[in-house]
């Protein structure tokens, strides 16, 4: 669905500084990816390379990211997109910044933050239809119609977080990323969250790249791993079989650091969600 090929991205005005270096990877149709790794291995910088999110002052150096959609909607990045090859690329891919929990606006009814996050095709019909629309959508996530007329801060962590995660699905894209969408959540809402993104990806039949430092995150729901050091990516593979043989060291003391693999394999998970 993506090939990320010999990809070199870093930061810097004046000179370049590397933060990913030389990654190749192939994001498949309707798999659940994990990308694991220590903070500042480049994770979330990855992330941005293959969004297309140059706003914090992301640079290309070398390397492509090309996208083989089914509708023909195929590109590459470059790193001043056209907007008609953003408005062809965005139409497919959702992207859960990290963070993204702070980045609701205080001052703002949910509502409105939600339409207006909205791409312009999702925004046909009266604002009735619409919130209407939007409403059955999660209540499908077990969220009440109510959280509309919040404020941010009405709303716990962990319903801000399910707002968001559930507004990433409402339209449809074939590609969801999300960085560390999780963290900082207490582990009882942060299982109900991955949950919730496991039956996402299940019922969209779309590809979830799940970023997290965290192992157990990626023991508990991907199906396949890639780890990151320093830019590079070390080690990748079936999360099954990275955890039962991990080839590199690096990979061993990731596996070794958790305390305990509490949490079941996706195969449980499947027969929690049914
Ligand atoms: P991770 O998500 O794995 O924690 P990042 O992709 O955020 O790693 O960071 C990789 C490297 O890039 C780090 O050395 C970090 O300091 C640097 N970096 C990340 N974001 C920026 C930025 N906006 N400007 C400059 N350097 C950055
Ligand atoms: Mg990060």
Not at 185 to 193: E, F, N, P, R, S
């Amino acid at each position: 669905m993506i090939t990320i090929d010999n990809v070199t991205v870093g930061y810097g005005k004046a000179g370049f500084i590397t933060a990913v270096d030389n990654v190749s990877l192939t994001i498949n149709e309707n798999e659940i990816l994990g990308i694991a790794g220590e903070s500042g291995s480049g994770k979330s910088t990855l992330m941005r390379a293959v969004y297309g999110d140059f706003s914090t002052g992301l640079r290309i150096k070398s390397g492509t990211v090309t996208g083989h959609f089914t509708n023909a909607h195929n590109g590459q990045l470059i790193e001043e997109p056209s907007s008609e090859f953003k408005k062809l690329w965005w139409d497919q891919i959702t992207y859960i910044p990290q963070g993204s929990m702070s980045v609701l606006n205080p001052l703002m009814k949910v509502e409105k933050q939600v339409i207006d996050g909205l791409p312009k095709r999702e925004r046909r019909g009266s604002r009735a239809d619409l919130r209407r629309r939007i409403a059955e959508f999660l209540a499908g996530f077990g969220l009440e119609e109510n959280v509309l007329d919040a404020y941010p801060h009405q709303l716990s962590g962990g319903m801000r977080q399910r707002v968001l995660v559930a507004i990433a699905a409402f339209v449809n894209p074939r590609l969801i990323l999300a960085d560390e969408p999780t963290t900082a959540l207490d582990v009882v809402v942060q299982k109900k969250i991955l949950l919730m993104m496991v039956e996402i990806q299940r019922r969209l039949r779309n590809t979830l790249v799940l970023v997290s430092h965290d192992m157990g995150v990626h023991y508990q729901i991907t199906d396949r791993l890639v780890i990151m050091y320093k830019g590079k990516i070390v080690e990748s593979g079936p999360t099954a079989e990275i955890f039962a043989n991990p080839q590199h060291d690096y990979t061993k003391n990731l596996i070794a650091s958790l305390p305990r693999l509490h949490g079941r394999r996706s195969a449980d998970v499947a027969g929690e969600l049914a």
